[in-house]
């Protein structure tokens, strides 16, 4: 036998044995989506949006599954000792601030009494496709957390710290400023970020910041690197969605395997 197929077998062996054996992992799911439409914007970006029919079928296997739906806010409460979380909590996050979030998603959404957070780049806010400042305001007031996607969708860890902290204070304060409550939470673009930036988000009054690394998150979880997956405009239905839960469950099991054995 090749040495390569013996190190595949091991590979794969190994693989099996962390998803059979190894305990159930604790934490709880965030969902990162962006578009929620029929007609994406970029037929090259298609694999970021979910049709409305798919979205609306997602929420309800999450609700026959037991889930319930928090903020990061409800969390950050949780983390500071105020309340206990529900028995399955999970996050909807989305990202850019598409208007379909407010024309398809949000009716969905309140058709199943449930939560979301929604990011938006505050210097798109109003142009063509993307939410306008009412509608933000129309979806914080039914329970939404409005967060900041940074300014202007630019990769925060490229950019100088004069630009990062500018990017991260100039979109909250224009939030807060247009007359939307405070704004507490961050969606890193394009999930890159690093430790510098968790310094300006603490300095900046940000209580908490998205990641796009696959895993859950526990009342441990450090609430400026939290773990999402990533959902795509599915092709297989249903079974691709529980794929995905699945994916931030097997991730979980892997750092945890390797956390114990540090
Ligand atoms: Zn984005």
């Known amino acids: 036998m090749r040495i390569i197929t013996i190190i595949f077998l091991i590979l794969s062996s190994i693989l099996a044995a962390i998803i059979l054996f190894l305990p159930e992992p604790d934490g709880f799911p965030i969902l990162e989506y962006h578009q929620v439409t029929n007609e994406p914007l970029d037929p090259d970006f298609e694999i970021y949006n979910v ?3 798919d979205f609306a079928a997602q929420l309800d296997y999450l609700q026959s599954e037991g889930y319930t739906t928090i903020t990061l806010q ?3 409460r949780v983390v500071h000792g105020k309340g206990n979380l529900p028995d399955k909590p999970i996050v909807l996050t989305f990202d850019d601030g598409y208007e379909d979030n407010f024309s398809e998603m949000f009716p969905i959404l309140k058709a199943h009494d ?3 957070v929604l990011y938006v ?3 798109q806010i109003g142009q063509k496709n993307y939410l306008k400042l009412n509608q933000l305001k129309v979806m914080q007031q039914y329970g939404i957390e409005i967060g900041s996607h940074t300014s202007d969708h630019l990769d925060l860890t490229t950019l100088d710290a004069h630009t990062q902290r500018r990017q991260l204070r100039e979109s909250k304060t224009f939030l807060e400023w247009s007359g939307l409550d405070t704004i507490y939470s ?3 673009p394009n999930g890159a970020f690093n430790s510098d930036l968790v310094e300006i988000l603490k300095e900046e009054n940000y209580l908490t910041a998205v990641t796009g690394e696959a895993s859950l998150n526990t ?3 450090n609430p400026y690197e939290l773990y999402r997956v990533h959902i795509r405009k599915p092709r297989f239905g249903l079974t691709e969605f529980k794929f995905r839960l699945f994916k ?3 991730f979980a099991k892997i750092r945890n395997f390797f956390r114990s054995n540090d």
Do not use: Q, R
Request: a neutral charge; aromatic letters at 14%; zero cysteines.
């Open 121 to 123: 780049i505050t210097n």
């Open 74 to 76: 409800d969390f950050m």
């Open 186 to 188: 961050l969606s890193y």
């Open 219 to 221: 009342l441990k979880t």
């Open 51 to 53: 049709p409305p029919a």
């Open 248 to 250: 931030a469950e097997f």
């Open 114 to 116: 449930m939560k979301a």
